[in-house]
């Protein structure tokens, strides 16, 4: 293995543990976790000289800095759009998340859109990148998210992931109880320069 795979593969074994302490609940989960946590930063520190002494992306409370999301926009031939019902809300929204190391950004969309609608998607261009922090309570990240034009074959489905329990179109104008990750306000914005063919940010 060359030493860049060799890092790529500790780094995300890293990360994959760091994710699971934050949002594991099972006790054994949690036990395995911590212990791929220290034997990745064991490795990182021992081979790939990243010191965790000194402030680095492996210390995000040393520098805060907002975290990263994708959303995207995909329509059928009627116009109407692709919405996703969360399975912790109960609540619709564009498929997307939190991206992940090493993750390009439309990389980050293609497999937000691939696990929560069950299609893999063509990324198309740049919508909006959003500063979301202003429309959240002072509990949750500070977020700036990219929201993606996607098309997708519909000859390519396949089951989604487990975050969501249904895929629906609906006509942009009649939207279903939408999640409380983006507001009205935003929503309009970004289905404005969609249908106009433009980019915003901030």
């Not at 946590?37 to 210390?59: Q, T």
């Not at 990389?107 to 990324?123: D, L, M, R, T, Y």
Request: aromatic share 12%.
């Amino acid at each position: 293995m060359k030493y860049q795979e060799f890092y790529d593969f500790v780094v995300k074994v890293h990360s994959i543990a760091k994710i699971g302490l934050t949002f594991s609940k099972d006790p054994y989960a949690i036990d395995n976790y911590k212990e791929l946590n220290e034997l990745s930063k064991e490795m990182l520190e021992k081979f790939c000289d990243v010191k965790f002494d000194r402030p680095s992306m492996f210390e995000r409370d040393i520098y805060p800095t907002p975290s990263i999301s994708s959303r995207t926009i995909i329509t059928n031939d009627k116009g109407e759009i692709l919405l996703v019902r969360e399975a912790n809300s109960g609540l619709w929204s564009m498929p997307g998340g939190w991206a992940d190391l090493y993750d390009s950004p439309s990389q980050a969309a293609f497999n937000e859109v691939s696990q929560e609608a069950g299609i893999e998607p063509k990324i198309v261009r740049l919508v909006a990148l959003l500063e979301r922090t202003p429309f959240k309570s002072s509990k949750n990240v500070p977020e700036y998210v990219m929201v993606f034009e996607g098309s997708i074959d519909h000859k390519k489905f396949h089951e989604h992931c487990h975050e969501t329990t249904d895929v629906k179109f609906f006509p942009m104008d009649q939207l279903p109880e939408m999640s409380r990750k983006m507001s009205k306000d935003e929503l309009d914005r970004i289905f404005e320069a969609y249908r106009n063919g433009t980019t915003i940010f901030d």
